[in-house]
């Protein structure tokens, strides 16, 4: 059984800071692949990041690379997003997720999902 839980989201001003964090409630998280996603109403989910079992693996969205870092804490079974320079346009529910295989950035690929948290960024 695997449970993801989201916290850090909020309302932050245009170039501002925030940081996600996903705790992982499962026996083999560093076994895991683990990815970040973002969907606002109408659309559909977004991939964001992921990084690999061993946290050196990391990819981005081209519309986040350079603003905003994934990285994971094995020992404490979590992984954030530490997201800088935040736009309006990043405004989104942010899910984590996470499976059992190689790294991918189709959703439909993820098999555990956490229950998302709100980062709205005003302008």
């Known amino acids: 059984q695997v449970q993801l839980v989201e916290s850090g989201g909020g309302l932050v001003q245009a170039g501002g800071s925030l940081r996600l964090s996903c705790a992982v409630f499962?026996?083999?998280?560093?076994?895991?692949?683990m990815a970040w996603f973002r969907q606002v109403p109408g659309k559909e989910r977004e991939f964001v990041a992921v990084?690999?079992?061993?946290?050196?693996?990391?990819f981005y969205a081209d519309s986040v690379k350079g603003r905003f870092t994934i990285s994971r804490d094995n020992a404490k079974n979590t992984v954030y997003l530490q997201m800088n320079s935040l736009k309006p346009e990043d405004t989104a529910v942010y899910y984590c997720?996470?499976?059992?295989?190689?790294?991918?950035?189709?959703?439909?690929?993820?098999?555990?999902w956490g229950q998302g948290t709100q980062v709205t960024v005003s302008s």
């Open positions: 990084i690999a079992l061993s946290g050196g693996n990391t």
């Open positions: 499962a026996r083999t998280f560093s076994s895991a692949t």
């Open positions: 997720a996470a499976r059992f295989g190689g790294r991918t950035t189709s959703p439909s690929s993820y098999n555990y």
